[in-house]
C-alpha cells in the first residue's frame, strides 16, 4: 500500500490491479485507514485517468454482493439524480418506466447536506419499509415492477469505508471518486440501462456548469464502458422542482400528478419526469426513440397505470396506501406559517441551496448522520422564477416541526428569494443530453483528461 501511494502521489498512473488491491483492502478494512486516506488524498490532488477511474469503480462495485436482476425477465433501468430541492422525480419515473415494461430496481440514498432523500420522504409513509434484503427486493420487482430501498450493509463496502474517510478528509469534491461512489452501487444493482440526471445552477453540488457537464461525461463514458447503456441530461436547479420540498408533501405532490391531474404550478416536475421516465423506457428497448417514451410514459400517467402500480409498490414494502386518500388531511406540521412578498416585483432569482437548507432547518432534514427527520416539516414555494408577485400574497409557506423552528427558515428563505423589477434570463429545463457520443467530446476538450 505504500507504493501505491508514494506512486499516486507522485503522479503516476495505476495498473488496474492496484486500484483493485486499494478498493479491496478498504472494503475488508485489511488497508488501515490513515493509508486509505492518504491515498484518498493523493487521488484528489493529481486526478485519477479514465482507466483509473474505471478501474476504481469496477472494483468497489465488486467489493461486496450484487443483484442480479436476471429472474426478472425485463431490462433492469434505473435514473439516478445528483441530488436537489423538491427533487421528487423518483416517486414519478420509477413507476412510469415499470408501467411500460421495464424493471426499475431503485436503490436510494437519504438527505443529504441541502438536498432531501427519496429513502427519507418514503417512510412519511406510515409502514413503508426501505431496508429489504436483496430477495426481498427481488420479490417486490417480480409483483410490482419497481421497487425503492436503502442500500444493505454488504452491497459495496468500499463505498462506505471510502466515502466516510472522504467525508472526513476534504476528498468528497473529486469527479473520479464522486463517479466510481454513484456507479459502484448503481452497477452493484446490475442494470442494463441508466438515466442520470445532473444538476446544474444555484442548488446543484458542483456549482460550474463546465464541472457539471465534465462529470456527467465521465459518468455516462464510465457506466458504458461497464457495459451499461447510459445517458446524462444536465436539468436546471436554480429553482427547487415544483412546489413541495420536504418529505411527506413532496409524496402528496408526486401522487397528485400519478392521479392524472396537471396544475400548471407544477409542470416543470411533470415535463422531467416524462423525460427522465422516456429516455429509461427508450433504454430499456421498448421504443425506438426518447420521444416515443416520453409519449408511452405520458399514457401511462393520463390512465392511471403508473398510479396504481406506485401504490402497489406502497403496499408491498408494507406502507399504508389508505393516507393518500387525503394526503391534505394526513399532513399534520406542528408549526404552519406562511411568508408573504415583501413587495412588488418579479421573483429575479432564487439561491436554491439556501432554500435547501432553509427546507433542512424545519425539521424535514436532519444535522448528523442517523438522526431523525420530521415527515411533515417542509416548504411550498407558491411563486416561479419570473413569476410577478405583488407586496402581501402568499411566496411560500413553512411547515416547521415547532413554532421555534419557523424564523430561522423564513429568515434564510427571506434572504435566498430575490425580488427585482428586472426579468431574468429563461432557464432551459434540460440544457443538455449526454449521450456516449457527446461524452467522448467532453472528455476529450477537457484539460484533466
Ligand atoms: N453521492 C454518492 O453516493 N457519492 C458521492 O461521492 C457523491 C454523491
Given at each position: ?79 439516478h439524480s445528483s441530488g436537489g430541492v423538491g427533487d421528487k422525480t423518483s416517486f414519478l419515473v420509477a413507476p412510469l418506466a415499470a408501467a411500460c415494461g421495464v424493471a426499475v430496481p431503485m436503490i436510494s ?143 402528496a405532490e408526486s401522487v397528485d400528478l400519478l392521479r392524472g391531474n396537471r396544475p400548471p404550478a407544477i409542470d416543470d416536475l411533470r415535463e422531467l419526469s416524462l423525460i427522465l421516465a422516456g429516455w429509461m ?169
Amino acid at each position: 500500500m505504500i507504493d501505491i501511494i508514494r506512486k499516486k502521489r507522485d503522479g503516476a498512473a495505476l495498473s488496474a490491479r492496484e486500484i483493485g488491491f486499494v478498493a479491496a483492502g478498504a472494503a475488508s478494512g485489511a488497508i488501515p485507514h490513515d493509508q486509505l486516506a492518504a491515498w484518498l488524498m493523493a487521488a484528489w490532488l493529481n486526478g485519477l485517468s479514465l482507466g483509473e477511474t474505471r478501474a476504481l469503480t469496477l472494483a468497489m462495485r465488486d467489493s461486496g454482493e450484487k443483484f442480479s436482476p436476471a429472474r426478472l425477465g425485463k431490462t433492469a433501468v434505473d435514473k439516478h439524480s445528483s441530488g436537489g430541492v423538491g427533487d421528487k422525480t423518483s416517486f414519478l419515473v420509477a413507476p412510469l418506466a415499470a408501467a411500460c415494461g421495464v424493471a426499475v430496481p431503485m436503490i436510494s440514498g437519504r438527505a443529504l447536506g441541502h438536498t432531501g432523500g427519496t429513502l427519507d420522504k418514503l417512510e412519511s409513509i406510515p409502514g413503508y419499509r426501505t431496508a429489504l434484503s436483496l430477495s426481498q427486493f427481488e420479490t417486490v420487482l417480480m409483483r410490482c415492477g419497481c421497487s425503492i430501498v436503502s442500500q444493505t450493509p454488504s452491497l459495496v463496502p468500499a463505498d462506505r469505508v471510502l466515502y466516510a474517510l472522504r467525508d472526513h478528509t476534504g476528498t468528497v469534491e473529486n469527479p473520479s471518486l464522486i463517479c466510481a461512489s454513484i456507479l459502484s452501487k448503481k452497477l452493484a444493482a446490475g442494470l442494463d440501462a441508466l438515466v442520470l440526471d445532473v444538476k446544474t445552477g444555484s442548488g446543484a453540488f458542483l456549482k460550474s456548469y463546465e464541472e457539471c457537464e465534465y462529470l456527467a461525461a465521465l459518468m455516462v463514458a464510465t457506466a458504458e464502458a461497464a457495459g451499461t447503456r447510459t445517458v446524462a441530461l444536465l436539468t436546471d436547479m436554480d429553482q427547487p422542482l415544483g412546489q413541495a420540498a420536504g418529505n411527506w408533501i413532496e409524496l402528496a405532490e408526486s401522487v397528485d400528478l400519478l392521479r392524472g391531474n396537471r396544475p400548471p404550478a407544477i409542470d416543470d416536475l411533470r415535463e422531467l419526469s416524462l423525460i427522465l421516465a422516456g429516455w429509461m423506457i427508450h433504454l430499456g428497448g421498448k421504443t425506438g426513440s426518447p420521444l416515443e417514451g416520453y409519449q408511452l410514459a405520458e399514457a401511462a400517467l393520463t390512465d392511471g397505470s403508473a398510479l396504481a402500480i406506485f401504490f402497489k409498490m406502497i403496499d408491498a414494502q408494507g406502507g399504508d396506501v389508505s393516507v393518500f386518500e387525503d394526503p391534505a388531511a394526513f399532513h399534520k406540521p406542528g408549526a404552519t406559517r406562511v411568508v408573504d412578498a415583501w413587495m412588488s416585483g418579479v421573483i429575479a432569482s432564487m439561491d436554491t441551496t439556501s432554500l435547501g437548507w432553509a427546507v433542512q432547518r424545519t425539521g424535514a432534514g436532519r444535522e448528523n448522520a442517523g438522526e431523525p427527520v420530521d415527515p411533515h416539516a417542509g416548504i411550498v414555494f407558491h411563486a416561479r422564477r419570473g413569476a410577478s408577485v405583488v407586496a402581501g400574497e402568499p411566496l411560500a409557506t413553512i411547515y416547521a416541526t415547532n413554532e421555534g423552528m419557523l424564523d430561522e427558515p423564513e429568515a434564510i428563505l427571506r434572504k435566498a428569494i430575490h425580488i427585482s423589477e428586472e426579468q431574468p434570463r429563461p432557464v432551459k429545463l434540460v440544457s443538455r443530453i449526454v449521450t456516449p457520443e457527446v461524452a467522448a467530446e467532453i472528455l476529450a476538450e477537457a484539460p484533466s483528461c
